[in-house]
Structures are given as structure tokens and as C-alpha cells.
């Protein structure tokens, strides 16, 4: 999906999550980033965010809103990152904050293991965002000509839903 925060700026700011963890029960979502990334300090600054995806098989897209915090230690992210590859772990390792400015793409990779447990490198960088579902919005468009778009608010455990004009 697409996650915006508020920048630190105030400028809306956007890049690409992968979606990781759907709680339905309570209406959390999850996805995984570098605690060192521009956008934990955004959150950490005001955790208002927006996702947007869009399933091309379905043709549905779905707008979430909500609030997001960073989660930095716990049992679930260490679920997490005993489930998470190794290849997607090598990121969290770099000991350069995500962001800073480098001479060669080369010089965001440590040049060997650094000495530390293979499996625990990085792991103070890597952390989970998980989203406290506000709103969410449905657009269909898998029938042309009638496409069709409901939105729907949450109060505590309760979603109320509302057709509207796409
Ligand atoms: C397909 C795709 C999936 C991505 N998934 C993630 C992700 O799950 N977590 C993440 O931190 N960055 C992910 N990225 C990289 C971000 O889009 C972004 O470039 C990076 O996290 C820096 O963002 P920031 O400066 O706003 O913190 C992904 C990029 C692409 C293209």
C-alpha cells in the first residue's frame, strides 16, 4: 500500500509499505520500517496516516485512515523478525540511518557481518508501525458503469457504513 504522513515540514509525505498484519478483531494493521526512517519521525511527530492500495485483479481500492504508532520492542516484533527473510532483514543492518547521503550505493552495506549474531544485527532498527484503524473506504469498479463506493467510521468495536457516489 501506499502510506502518507504529515511531513515534519507540514508537506504531505508518501511512499510504498508492504501490508504484513491485519488484527481484524482490533482493527489494527501492521507494517515494518527502519525506527532510523524519516517516516517513524513523522509519525513519532503526529501519528495521523492515510494508506491507500489497489487490487488490479479485483479492481478494488481501499482508502485507511487512522493513527500509528511505533513499536519498538515486544513479542511481536520478535515475531516479526524471526518470521521476516533475510534478505528483507539485511536492510535494518546498514549502519547508516536510511536517508543519509553517501558517495556510492555501496556505502549504505557494512562491508562484512560486524561481529555482532547474524540473526540479531539490525534488530534495534527494525521496528513495527501498527495502525489503529479509523475509517475505510471502499471503491469497486470491477462493473463498468457501476462502480460502487461505501465508507465506513469506526466508534470503539462498531463500523458504520455508508454507500456513497464514487
Ligand atoms: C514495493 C515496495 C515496498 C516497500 N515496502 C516498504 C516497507 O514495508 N517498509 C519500509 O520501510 N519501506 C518500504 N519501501 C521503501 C519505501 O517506499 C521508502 O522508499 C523508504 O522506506 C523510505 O521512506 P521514508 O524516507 O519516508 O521513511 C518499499 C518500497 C517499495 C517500492
Redesign the pocket.
Known amino acids: 500500500m501506499?502510506?502518507a504522513?504529515i511531513g515534519r515540514s507540514s508537506a504531505p509525505?508518501?511512499?510504498?509499505?508492504?501490508?504484513?498484519y491485519v488484527y481484524e478483531a482490533e482493527h489494527v494493521i501492521d507494517?515494518?520500517?527502519?525506527v532510523r526512517?524519516?517516516?517513524?519521525?513523522?509519525i513519532r511527530a503526529d501519528p495521523r496516516i492515510a494508506l491507500v492500495g489497489y487490487d488490479p485483479e479485483g479492481m478494488v481500492q481501499l482508502r485507511l485512515e487512522g493513527v500509528a504508532s511505533v513499536l519498538t520492542e515486544g513479542t511481536d516484533k520478535k515475531r516479526a523478525w524471526d518470521a521476516s527473510r533475510l534478505r528483507s532483514l539485511v536492510?535494518y543492518r546498514t549502519p547508516v540511518p536510511?536517508?543519509t547521503s553517501i558517495d556510492r550505493p555501496d556505502d549504505a552495506y557494512p562491508a562484512q557481518s560486524d561481529g555482532h549474531d547474524i540473526n540479531l544485527a539490525g534488530y534495534q532498527n527494525f521496528c513495527i508501525?501498527r495502525v489503529s484503524l479509523k475509517t475505510l473506504e471502499v471503491l469497486d469498479l470491477s462493473v463498468p458503469a457501476a462502480h460502487k463506493r461505501a465508507r465506513y467510521s469506526r466508534t470503539g468495536n462498531e463500523w458504520e457504513g455508508q454507500w456513497i457516489v464514487p
Open positions: 501506499q502510506a504522513t509525505s508518501v511512499r510504498n509499505v508492504i501490508l504484513r507494517f515494518y520500517t527502519d526512517s524519516e517516516k517513524a519521525a513523522e536492510l536510511p536517508g508501525v
